[in-house]
C-alpha cells in the first residue's frame, strides 16, 4: 500500500441467532440511500471438517449453526459447522468435550427461557474454566469475526486500516441489561478477532430489519399509509411478534413485542424425543440409554432430519418416514418398526404419518398462538396483514397452519422471498435508508431527581416528615419524577424534555456545582416518591449531570430575594447560613431519549454556560458485575454459572 492510504468505511450487519448466524457487508461505494439487495455481499466459505480426518475444507453457506465446542484436554474451540463436524467422527477419532447451543438465550431474562438457560448453565459448569455469558458469547463471535475479517480481506481487498461501522440485530424484548451485555461481547470478540470494529454502532430490532427488508424486496405487496402489520420472526429457536401500524417510510409499536422460545428446534425436539421412544422399545436389555456413542448417533440422525425434512413436509402431503439409524449392536430383530435396508442390515426406522403430525403440531401451535395474541391488537384498526420472516417461516407445513388460521380474520399473509435471511439484509437496508425508523415502545423507565414541594394528601408524602426551606415552605428531598416510563412510545425523533429549575445562593458563595442525577430502571415506576422507597428499589444511577459555575463574574446578573421577616435561617447547599441576600439562579435540564441513547444538556440561564453529555441505555451497568438493590437482592441475571454437570463426551 502507498503512503497516505484513506481508510474506508465498511458496513457490516451481525445477525446472532439462537440457532443459526449469518454476516453481511456492503462494498464500501456501493453504501448508497437506496441500497439494491443484490449489492449486499454474504460472508460464505465458513471453515469446516472432514468427519473422519478431520481435514479442513470450507462449506459454501452464508449461515454457520450458533453452536461453539470446547475440548476439555486443551481447551481449543471450535465453532458452527467445525463443532457440527466431530458428532460424524467416528468413535475412535472423538476427544472429550462440551458442545453448547443455544447460548443467546442466557441474555434472556423471562420465566419461559428459565429452564432453557438452566439446561445451558449446567453444560457450562462443566468447562475447565466456566464462563458467563458474556465471554461465551464473545468467544462465539470472535470466531466469526475472524472468518468475516479473513473474507472481505481474501475477497473483497478489505485493509485492516479501513473502518467498520457495525450494524447489530436484537430483539424486540431484550431489556437494557441484555443489550449491554451484547455490546460488551461484540467489544470483546472485535479486540480479540482483530476485526477494526470502530465506535460507530447502530442497533435495530430484528422486526424493524425485517420490515425495511420487506417493504424493499416485495414489489408485488402495496403498502398503504394507516395499515396494521403483525411482523412474526419465526426462528429456529424463538419467535418474536410485534404489531406496527404503517407511516410513509416509518412504524409505529402498536403494542410491546412478545415472544416464546418456539421454532423448528422443537421440530428437533420432538423428532428426538420419537426416536428415543423407538430406539428404547427396540433395545437390548441392559443396554445404556445415555451412552455417549448412542446419544451421537440419536444427535446426527436429528440433524439430518432437521436438514432433509423440517421445510418441505406439506400438511396435505405427509407419508411415513423411514429414517437410517444403524446401530444393530444394541438392537433386537423382532419388532414391526425395524426395517432392513438392501444389503439386509438392521438399519431403519419408521416414523409414522400421525407421529409426524404430532411433532410438527407441537410445534406449529404456539406459534399461532403469539401471533394470534398480537394479530388481536390491531383487528379493529382498519386494513391488517401478518408478514412472517425467519428460518421456520419457509416451513410448509406451517404455513399451511397459518393460512388456514388466518382464512377466518380475513388477513393477508406475506412471505417474502428467502426470508431466512430478511433480518441480517434488511439491517443493511434499514442503515443505508434513514427514514426507515420506528416509533418504539419504551422497554425501561428514566428519571431524575429532584426536591418536591410537601403533599401530605398524596399517598407518595404520607408519613414522611417534611424539610423546610429558606422561605418557610415544606418539601420532600430526594425524589424521583420520571421523565419516561416503561410502556411509554418513544418517537422516532426521539423524546425530549425540559425541567425549569432554580437555586438559591448565598451572596457570600464563591461558586456553585449544578448537579442533577439521572436514574433508569427496568420498572414502570410511579412519580414523586422519595428514591429510597420501595416502589424506586430497581432504580440505578445512569448519569449525574454536573458543572461547576463561579458566582462572581455573573452576580450582577443574578435575580435578588429577600427572605421574609418570618422565615427561618437555616444552612444553605454550601454549608454556610444564610443572611438577608439570596440570589436566585436558573437553570434547565434538557433530556433527549432517542433509540438507545440519552443525551442531556444543564444550561445556566445567567451565565451562558451549558454542559451536554451523552449516554448509550446499553451501557447502563458495568459488565461482569451482580447488581444489587438497596434490599440487596440480585438485580437481573446473574453472572452465568451453571450447577450440574453435562458433557457431550466425545
Known sequence: MAMGYVPRRWRVALDFGTTTTSTVFCLPFESTPVLRKEKIVHVNKWPCETPEDGASRVKATSEIPSVIRYDLADGSVK?????????????????????????????????????????????????????????????????????????????????????????????????????????????????????????VRRTVSETEAGMAYVRQTSRDVEFEVGDCVVMGDIGGGTTDAVPYRLGDTRLVELAPSTGITCGSTNLDQGFKTQLMKDIERDIRPGFDLHSSSLRNKVDLATFEWGKDHKKSINRDRI?????????????????????????????????????????????????????????????????????????????????????????????????????????????????????????????????????????????????????????????????????????????????????????DVNEDTPGIILSQDIYISEISCKDNYRDSDPVNADAEILETAEFHIDMQPIRHLLTFTKLPRNAKRRKTMDGKRTTDRLYMMKFQLKITINDLALSYQIECADSQKSKTGTVPLSYIFEPGTVLRNRSGDVLGPDAGRGDEDGHDDQ
Open 79 to 199: 465453532i458452527g459447522w467445525e463443532a457440527f463436524a466431530t458428532i460424524k467422527r467416528p468413535v475412535w477419532k472423538k476427544k472429550p468435550g462440551v458442545m453448547i447451543k443455544r447460548f443467546k438465550l442466557l441474555l434472556d431474562t423471562s420465566e419461559n427461557t428459565a429452564t432453557l438457560r438452566h439446561e445451558i448453565r449446567q453444560r457450562i459448569k462443566t468447562l475447565q474454566t466456566p464462563k458467563g455469558e458474556v465471554d461465551l458469547i464473545a468467544d462465539f463471535l470472535q470466531y466469526v469475526f475472524q472468518h468475516t475479517r479473513r473474507f472481505m480481506r481474501d475477497d473483497y481487498m478489505f485493509d485492516d486500516r479501513d473502518d467498520i461501522e457495525l450494524v447489530l440485530t436484537l430483539p424486540n424484548a431484550w431489556s437494557p441489561m441484555a443489550v449491554r451485555k451484547m455490546y460488551a461481547a461484540v467489544d470483546m470478540a472485535s479486540q480479540s478477532s482483530g476485526l477494526p470494529i470502530g465506535h
Open 319 to 503: 407419508v411415513d418416514l423411514w429414517v437410517p439409524f444403524k446401530f444393530s449392536e444394541a438392537r433386537t430383530t423382532d419388532l414391526a418398526k425395524f426395517g432392513e435396508d438392501d444389503d439386509g442390515d438392521l438399519g431403519y426406522y419408521c416414523i409414522t404419518k400421525n407421529e409426524i403430525i404430532s411433532i410438527f403440531d407441537a410445534a406449529c401451535k404456539p406459534v399461532w398462538a403469539l401471533l394470534k395474541e398480537q394479530l388481536d391488537q390491531v383487528v379493529q384498526r382498519g386494513h391488517r396483514m401478518m408478514i412472517l420472516i425467519g428460518g421456520f417461516s419457509e416451513s410448509l407445513y406451517l404455513r399451511y397452519c397459518i393460512l388456514q388460521e388466518c382464512m377466518s380474520y380475513g388477513i393477508d399473509v406475506i412471505f417474502p422471498p428467502k426470508c431466512q435471511w430478511a433480518v441480517v439484509e434488511g439491517a443493511m437496508i434499514w442503515a443505508n435508508k434513514e427514514q426507515y425508523r420506528a416509533d418504539r415502545i419504551s422497554r425501561y423507565s428514566v428519571g431524575i431527581k429532584r426536591h418536591m414541594p410537601y403533599e401530605p394528601r398524596k399517598l407518595w408524602h404520607v408519613g414522611i416528615k417534611p424539610d423546610v426551606d429558606e422561605w418557610g415552605r415544606n418539601y420532600v428531598k430526594d425524589c424521583l419524577e420520571w421523565v419516561l416510563k416503561k410502556g411509554s412510545l418513544i418517537p422516532s425523533g426521539g423524546l425530549t424534555k425540559t425541567y425549569h429549575l432554580h437555586i
